[in-house]
């Protein structure tokens, strides 16, 4: 890639994890399953009005909507409202990118290459570690809810896959449609009336302006901007140039959360990190192409020997 495009690359992996600490801020006043209802609904209302449908089968938009929007903040939020910290989060979320390997052989009848089964043994063994080490001082439920997230998220993987729609950027906006609903609705069953309509009555306070300020990041860069980029670079290079990228995520979360928040990793869970990193860059990567060697060429006849000039006669 020039070096324009691998700068936007980067921005995009720091705009990504700087958004676990918008996450962070705005959990801090609003319960995690209103949240992600408001969340989706300040990218929906308009995308209704303004960007039209995308071309692609229903089941595929609703799967992309219900797995990457639903199930992934669902469980994303509920295990960092529960103590997850915010920078291990932007490490296990890289879950996902394992869990669509496997879901992708076993749903999808894919090919499952010696060097993917590699780095998802690896990945898989790396958060064994994380989870060791932050369970060793902490209940293990959070890590588990953030784990559910990172396979929510490979389920829309696999949705948005087979969607194979012309303008990704329209399927990501359109995704957004799908999970303000059921969201409102289990959180109306379970935060309860009071818990969203106090969470409502003191927004407009000082105290719940790093909330919103948070909450305006995660729609306006961590998901327009960051997305619209990530969108536009996958559209001109191969995924295998654009896609390590993503694994500066992890390395930017966890930084700033300890910058930011104090958040200092153990020694096991920087361990497991390395290898669930490495397992996803290992298994990321393309097949080399066997080469083959090209036949021979036929060897040129010598040229015929020149006839004998004729005896001079006498």
């Known amino acids: 890639m020039p070096a324009r495009h691998s700068a936007l690359a980067v921005l995009v992996a720091v705009l990504w994890g700087l958004n ?72 296990v979320l890289q879950a996902s990118a394992p869990f ?23 990945a898989t063994a790396g958060l064994v570690v994380v989870g060791l080490g932050y369970g060793a001082a902490a209940p293990l439920g959070p890590f588990l809810l953030v784990l559910l997230g990172a396979l929510g998220w490979a389920l829309g993987n696999l949705a948005s896959r087979q969607a194979r ?37 003191t927004s407009l306070t000082a105290a719940a302006v790093p909330a919103w300020l948070g909450l305006a990041y995660t729609v306006l860069l961590g998901t327009l901007v960051g997305s619209g980029i990530w969108v536009w670079l996958m559209a001109r290079h191969p995924a295998s140039a654009v896609a390590p990228f993503s694994m500066l995520v992890p390395v930017v979360g ?24 490495g397992g996803v860059l290992w298994a990321s990567r393309p097949a080399r192409a066997r080469i083959v060697p090209a036949d021979p060429a036929p060897a040129a006849e010598p040229p015929p020997a020149p006839e004998p000039a004729p005896a001079l006669r006498r």
């Open 165 to 201: 729609a012309e303008r990704p950027l329209h399927l990501v906006l359109w995704m957004s449609v799908v999970p303000p609903l059921p969201m409102l609705a289990l959180s109306l069953a379970i935060e309860g009336p009071s818990t969203i309509g106090d969470a409502l009555a």
């Open 254 to 277: 966890i930084a700033t959360a300890w910058a930011a928040l104090g958040e200092r990793p153990g020694t096991l869970e920087l361990a497991g990190g390395a290898l669930v990193i």
């Open 20 to 91: 676990f600490l918008a996450i962070h801020a705005s959990l801090t006043h609003f319960p995690p399953l209103f949240l992600v209802a408001l969340r989706f609904a300040l990218i929906a209302i308009p995308t209704l009005v303004l960007v039209p449908r995308p071309r692609v089968p229903v089941r595929w938009l609703l799967g992309y909507g219900l797995g990457f929007g639903t199930l992934q903040f669902l469980f994303l939020y509920l295990g960092m409202h529960a103590g997850f910290p915010t920078g291990l989060a932007s490490l």
């Open 100 to 122: 669509t390997v496997v879901l992708g052989a076993v749903l999808l009848r894919e090919r499952l290459r010696a060097r993917a089964m590699a780095g998802v043994v690896v």
